[in-house]
């Protein structure tokens, strides 16, 4: 039943291997985060090539993930904790080294307060350049400070560099990085907190931050120009449109598909049953459309709704109608939030097809 | 948890009854799209209200709302029938009445082929304005023809005005759709088809569908400038924020909003806990962000990520960490696909929340 997710598996190994190897060379723990996935199988691999443990961003994935038997989880998010939400917290870290974002001193108080003992950690987001959530470098330390007062440990800094999803921005977003979780770390020291972890990295900034770095310099925290000791990238698994266009994937990586039907040849345009509700609706204001296809690299989605994918070929001819073509989504972390099930194609050539469940899917909260 | 989809149970009451009213006083038969709501309880409020059936896009919504009960159900989608396709259609002309939707002869041909005999019945899909699917006006006879002489009744035609999906397009979507559904209807009958349903009807052209109607002149297909006998909104039970900024749905009659969470004032701007995993990743070129907030209507949604949705207040004060605010996702129905349950306050003011089961909830294929 069209539209399905297929994952390329000879792909999606290669993709894992490729980042763990180059994160090891350069003496950089990798955290990846699972929310581009919400699968225990993909977990797995990535554990088993060498991953510290798994970044999430919801307490509902760190159970998830807990559940598919993870013991080592960062929810890098900066949670507000309900009585209902410290109470998640504390069994889950009964069960998982768990550790958990903050952005302010009230943030920091509060958890501290309700999560003293529960054997869960703090991690201290900043912001640097992204705008969204996190404090700034130079109060990571009050807070880090306030955790610490109220008696529950703080692991370290995390921050998450979002603009480096622009063209152009991925040597300067790897920069501001390093540089604001350098602030934030020397922040820490002067507030007497040292920082076990100095965490980045998002996939597009992974090539800037792994990019110049001579093999051993990162991974100490000494080094104030580059502190980093960890990257959660997520997106590097599977690759996307968005990854595709920014020119951080090469689109023969990509490993993860919409498998769509051809139900009509209306207007003379390609019309595929794969929409909004599969592919998912994101669409960056540099995205030339809302997703791409390997088939036709000249093609461009011109419209989409919740079941239709209008395509304009750019001249190739059309495929017949009840034909199967396949379409990158442009942000492919939300279109496996779409799905209850991945088909990973084992060999790659269709012949073998297992369901991945999404065992984390819709657990956004 | 935060972020949840929250339905105020009164004002979908009011929203059902008040489109009820206005189609039964036009004589149009209500045929609302289930898409939307995906969720039992609100069709059978739907048919309660006097609709004559439902409508879906694919097959799994069919079955989903077979199994609810349902016994008359469109899919008014251009379908390609696989074998496995036409077996389900089989199934569930079996225990349902159904009609299913068909752009081409080529399609009407096969589906004759595969379904003769099953007790389900053909729709041809028209296209005027959208460009999306459906054949033109003047070729649906021909559609008809195909299927009426393959074995296949056929019912009528539909279309689908999503052009009406823009600012001020209201009225012209509405008479183009009319100007298309009686040229469709001339050609079904030129065929010698007489069409049973002309079906048309977003929520955005509903009011100019209706208006202007003076009682009693719809419902005939015999007026060729209004041969329209059926309309199949969706939208129109929940609203969104296109509707509130398209003008088409007022803000106080919004029954659907996502319930967030204050996590950050990172910035001096408001952070919450609803991102585009909940409340989806839709912005249309008119809207003016990713969402809109009831509490603060001049606010606007400035950032969304999966988990984070920024907000500039326009100089209101800053909600306190931890609180709660409601936001109106852009489009309900990619919202609503995106979570397990709907939670029904029953009476809108948040004493008593029932759990309703989007029991279509990824049933896109």
Excluded at 92 to 104: E, H, V
Excluded at 310 to 331: C, I, Y
Aim: one cysteine or more.
């Amino acid at each position: 039943v069209t539209p399905y997710l297929r994952v390329d598996v000879p792909r999606l190994h290669a993709n894992i291997a490729r980042v763990a190897d180059r994160a090891a060379a350069a003496g950089v723990a990798l955290r990846p985060h699972a929310k581009t996935h919400k699968c225990a199988e993909v977990a797995r691999l990535q554990l088993a090539a060498g991953a510290v443990g798994l970044t999430v961003a919801t307490l509902g994935e760190a159970e998830a993930f807990a559940d598919a038997g993870v013991d080592d989880l960062l929810v890098a998010y900066p949670l507000w904790l309900t009585d209902a939400a410290a109470e998640r917290v504390r069994r889950l870290a009964s069960r998982t080294r768990l550790a958990i974002g903050c952005d302010s001193v009230a943030a920091a108080t509060r958890a501290a307060e309700l999560l003293r003992g529960s054997g869960a950690a703090h991690v201290v987001e900043v912001d640097r350049g992204h705008h969204r959530s996190g404090t700034t470098p130079a109060d990571a330390g009050a807070v880090a400070r306030a955790a610490v007062d109220g008696g529950l440990p703080v692991r370290g800094v995390f921050t998450f560099p979002g603009h480096s999803y622009a063209p152009g921005a991925l040597r300067s977003a790897a920069a501001d990085e390093a540089e604001a979780l350098g602030v934030a770390a020397r922040s820490l020291r002067d507030a007497g907190v040292e920082p076990e972890v100095v965490s980045g990295g998002s996939t597009p900034s992974l090539a800037g931050s792994l990019a110049d770095r001579p093999a051993g310099t990162a991974g100490t925290a000494d080094a104030a120009e580059d502190a980093t000791t960890e990257l959660r990238p997520g997106v590097y698994v599977f690759g996307d449109a968005q990854q595709w266009e920014l020119g951080t994937t090469d689109p023969g990586d990509i490993a993860l598909t919409c498998v769509a039907t051809v139900v009509s040849h209306a207007g003379g345009r390609l019309v595929l049953d794969a929409g909004s509700k599969a592919l998912g609706a994101d669409r960056a204001g540099y995205a030339t459309g809302w997703g791409r296809l390997p088939a036709y690299p000249d093609a461009r989605v011109v419209l989409l709704s919740e079941h239709h994918a209008v395509v304009e070929l750019a001249g190739a001819a059309l495929p017949p109608l009840g034909s199967r073509v396949e379409v990158v989504p442009n942000h492919v972390c939300n279109a496996v939030n779409l799905a209850d099930v991945l088909w990973a194609d084992l060999d790659g050539d269709g012949a073998r097809l297992d369901p991945w469940a999404v065992v984390a899917r819709g657990r956004n909260g």
